[in-house]
């Protein structure tokens, strides 16, 4: 039985900056889904857009198909226009794609300013085959250039890695807040998220970012076999 009224119907993204060229992507990602897929999908608005695109493709040609969110908002999206949401406990995607804020010449990507970093760099990892969603804004000569690294920590662990951090040379080093509500944001594991701006990110930073006790994962995506898909 449904949910008579489900406040989840309600559910509005908001205002989405340069929303025609990421429809076009969206359409793009839309057109690969076959019926039957498991479809790993990332956070951002551009995934959103995508998804949007792809549940009217689900109700005009009644296919299947099943979605790992990364996170609440996209799985809160998924129930409101009615794709079934799976999990890695119990499906592999077939394909993933994901959303970036920074993609490099060498297809490096700092990803994370939605918090979700450790979900989507999991679900990445899972999926053998993955397509980056992404505007044109997105390119960058290098990595750092617009946006600091973002670094889920342990809360219990935060002063200590706020001191491990400084080994690496930051040029800042911010708990990053909410705008929302009082105090930081807090991600979908119930950490913190730590900005760290670098004049230029260290070679190996991935690693060393991860080899921190009390550091969950970084937003840095280095090396990765990925895809860029974008309007162009």
Do not use: H
Request: proline share 5%; with cysteine.
């Amino acid at each position: 039985m449904k949910w008579k009224d489900n406040i989840i119907d309600s559910f509005v993204w908001g205002e989405i900056a340069r929303r025609e060229e990421k429809e076009r992507v969206a359409r793009l990602i839309a057109a690969m889904v076959k019926d039957g897929d498991v479809v790993g999908i990332g956070s951002g608005s551009t995934s959103y857009l995508a998804l949007l695109t792809i549940a009217g493709r689900v109700k005009r040609e009644g296919l299947f198909v099943r979605a790992i969110p990364t996170s609440l908002e996209i799985t809160m999206a998924c129930a409101g226009l009615g794709i079934p949401v799976t999990n890695l406990e119990e499906n592999r995607p077939d394909w993933t794609f994901d959303g970036a804020d920074e993609i490099d010449p060498d297809l490096n990507l700092i990803k994370g300013r939605g918090g979700a970093m450790f979900r989507e760099k999991l679900l990445i990892n899972s999926s053998p085959k993955t397509y980056i969603i992404a505007d044109s804004s997105k390119r960058v000569a290098r990595l750092g250039e617009k946006f600091p690294v973002p670094v889920e920590v342990f809360p219990q662990a935060l002063t200590y890695v706020g001191q491990a951090l400084k080994e690496l040379a930051p040029t800042d080093i911010r708990l990053r807040m909410a705008e929302g509500k009082d105090g930081p944001i807090i991600t979908e594991n119930g950490n913190l998220i730590v900005d760290v701006w670098f004049d230029g990110i260290p070679e190996g930073a991935e690693v060393a970012l991860k080899s921190i006790t009390g550091v969950i994962e970084s937003g840095l995506f280095t090396g990765y076999a990925v895809e860029i898909v974008d309007a162009g």
